[in-house]
T-cell receptor
Framework: DQQVKQNSPSLSVQEGRISILNCDYTNSMFDYFLWYKKYPAEGPTFLISISSIKDKNEDGRFTVFLNKSAKHLSLHIVPSQPGDSAVYFCAAKVTETSYDKVIFGPGTSLSVIP | ETGVTQTPRHLVMGMTNKKSLKCEQHLGHNAMYWYKQSAKKPLELMFVYNFKEQTENNSVPSRFSPECPNSSHLFLHLHTLQPEDSALYLC???????????FGSGTRLTVV
């Protein structure tokens, strides 16, 4: 059973427009959410995060929104650039007894068309 | 370079072989992880080491055997693997001051 879901496997956006990547989760114990970006032949790189007590976090062109009641978060990229083309993973953290565990979604492949 | 180095980058092995994947970080992080990424599947957590102690074994078959000799090094020993074990194996580390994992570039494993 997937605790972190990204229902869109792929997304295409024109350069300069907004990219919106969505993520849903099921576990109400998640207390931190993260977005990672992955290029082919590389490991994922951390992009932006948000605590469960916030509803928005912004970093340059990237903004993450959290709707806790809907168990939904989204990543907005504006304006989108061709270099943003990558796979984006949504992830959520839960604290186990003595350590943190991060669960990843399946990813959404973003293509930004010049 | 992210600060987490994985070797080898690519590995092809037969089902009767024994091989090891290596992960090294000098970021001062105290938690290290093995993840598996199969085609069109989420990243699957395999093992967690916290201060060199294994704190999670996520129902991984015994043909995968992790080893963490110190807080900077993590190994994944492989033996008698199956073709369905072919995947990208990613190592990650995390410090105590943030929640962002630092990933290595991964080892692309093919079992023939």
């Amino acid at each position: 059973d997937q605790q972190v879901k990204q229902n869109s496997p792929s997304l295409s956006v024109q350069e300069g427009r907004i990219s919106i990547l969505n993520c849903d989760y099921t576990n109400s114990m998640f207390d931190y959410f993260l977005w990672y970006k992955k290029y082919p032949a590389e490991g994922p790189t951390f992009l932006i995060s948000i605590s469960s007590i916030k509803d928005k976090n912004e970093d340059g062109r990237f903004t993450v929104f959290l709707n806790k009641s809907a168990k939904h978060l989204s990543l907005h990229i504006v304006p989108s650039q061709p270099g943003d083309s990558a796979v984006y993973f949504c992830a959520a953290k839960v604290t186990e007894t003595s350590y943190d565990k991060v669960i990843f979604g399946p990813g959404t492949s973003l293509s930004v068309i010049p | 370079e992210t600060g987490v180095t994985q070797t080898p980058r690519h590995l092809v092995m037969g089902m009767t072989n024994k091989k090891s994947l290596k992960c090294e970080q000098h970021l001062g992080h105290n938690a290290m992880y093995w993840y598996k990424q199969s085609a069109k599947k989420p990243l699957e957590l395999m093992f967690v080491y916290n201060f060199k102690e294994q704190t999670e074994n996520n129902s991984v078959p015994s043909r995968f055997s992790p080893e963490c000799p110190n807080s900077s090094h993590l190994f994944l020993h492989l033996h008698t693997l199956q073709p369905e074990d072919s995947a990208l194996y990613l190592c990650a580390s995390r410090g105590s001051s943030n929640y962002g994992y630092t990933f290595g570039s991964g080892t692309r494993l093919t079992v023939v």
